[in-house]
């Protein structure tokens, strides 16, 4: 039971900044929206993930000088995609709105997370059964989501 309390503790302690991490732009209107995404890719990319790497990992420069190239450049290529997906989330956000640019991107990430590691991992057995049917219905329930998230009626808000 402890670490159930200790799981939903860091939950919770992960989800309030992931919840508000736009917040500052609102507070920021004398700068442009690029300069408040530079520091947050600078912190986010550059400094959290080394001082992260030396704090949690021992002798973590050895275990780099003895990674073959490959497994070090295909982490850094998900971090090029990672580091474009987050560029363009904080447009949609300045764009769309917070709440509007949340609900279809993280709906579509949720959906093309599920499908497209099984999809690559285990293509010969996507259209089984329960995979199937998964599927199936997170598309109809994510396409409804999105339908009414972009053509709702203003007048039932």
């Not at 799981?7 to 609102?26: N, S, Y």
């Not at 497994?71 to 290529?77: T, V, Y």
């Amino acid at each position: 039971m402890g670490s159930q309390i200790v799981g939903i503790v860091i939950v919770f302690l992960a989800g309030v900044p992931a919840g508000l991490f736009t917040t500052p732009l609102r507070i920021m209107h004398n700068y442009a929206w690029e300069n408040c995404w530079f520091l947050y890719s600078v912190f986010a990319t550059l400094v959290f993930p080394w001082v992260l790497a030396f704090l949690s990992v021992p002798d973590v420069t050895t275990i780099l000088q003895d990674a073959d190239i490959k497994s070090i450049l295909e982490p850094m290529g998900c971090g090029v995609l990672w580091g474009v997906g987050s560029v363009t989330f904080g447009l949609s956000c300045h764009f769309v709105g917070d709440s509007l640019a949340f609900a279809i991107i993280l709906g579509l990430t949720s959906t093309l997370g599920a499908a497209i590691p099984l999809l690559l991992l285990h293509s010969d057995e996507a259209g089984v059964g329960v995979r199937k049917n998964y599927m199936l219905s997170k598309l109809l329930n994510d396409s409804h989501v999105y339908w009414n998230a972009l053509f709702r009626d203003s007048r039932h808000m």
